[in-house]
């Protein structure tokens, strides 16, 4: 079973600036079956990205997705007040999907 | 308008029985895996199971199988993630999502509370 590794656990920054999350797997993703989600406290994720760098419907461009194999970045390019939560990377593409751990985008 | 509603919160004790429910609407059921996510509280994601409606095949994470059983009426467009024997450590809020296996869990139900506790 694949493992998904995502750094850092959390990230401090200020709006404006430029967020770069890490999510490191294990074995090679086939396919670049690799998505994102942001989580907001009290609701359900929203995908964001999908087959690694493509983004989800109504997505702002300030989110893309890059990578392949095991190593996968999802870039934020400038903050905004809204961007600050949590972000889960996700393996589909088999008979078992996985999750990383995630990392929380705070405010600085 | 793509839409999975999912059944109210539920209190249960430990060794009750409970089956929870997802509603979909504004798309082919039976034409989308439907996946379930448990959220432990404070904790992250992890990836339970999926169920295709056409044909009610289904796939577990090994975390989970023999825990848990996905079940899916086409004739309602509803799907269901069931409990024999519930333990205080099922206590979590527990999604649907369509989606799951060659696609990502693209639409999302609001979530499902089970708190298990004597």
């Known amino acids: 079973e694949i493992v998904l590794t995502q750094s850092p656990g959390t990230l401090s920054l200020s709006p404006g600036e430029r967020a770069a999350l890490s999510c490191r797997a294990s074995q090679s993703v086939t396919a670049n079956y690799l998505a994102w989600y942001q989580q907001k406290p009290g609701q359900a994720p929203r995908l964001l990205i999908y087959?690694?760098?493509s983004r989800a419907t109504g997505i702002p461009d300030r989110f893309s997705g890059s990578g392949s194999g095991t190593d996968f970045t999802l870039t934020i390019s400038r903050l905004e007040p809204e961007d600050f939560a949590m972000y889960y990377c996700q393996r589909y593409g088999s008979s078992v999907g996985t999750f990383g751990q995630g990392t929380k985008l705070e405010i600085k | 308008e793509v839409q999975l509603v999912q059944s109210g919160a539920e209190v249960k004790k430990p060794g009750e029985s409970l089956k929870i429910s997802c509603k979909g609407s504004?798309?082919?059921?039976?034409?989308?895996?439907i996946g379930w996510v448990r959220q432990m509280p404070g904790k992250g994601l992890e990836w339970i199971g999926i169920i295709f409606p056409g044909d009610s095949d289904t796939r577990y994470s090994p975390s989970f199988q023999g825990q848990v059983t996905l079940s899916a009426d086409k004739s309602i467009t509803t799907a269901y993630l069931q409990w024999r024997s519930l333990k205080a450590s099922d206590s979590a809020v527990y999604y649907c999502?369509?989606?799951?296996?060659?696609?990502?869990?693209?639409?999302w139900g609001q979530g499902t509370l089970v708190t298990v506790s004597s």
């Open positions: 504004g798309y082919s059921f039976t034409s989308y895996w």
């Open positions: 999502a369509t989606g799951g296996y060659q696609l990502p869990f693209d639409y």
């Open positions: 087959g690694a760098s």
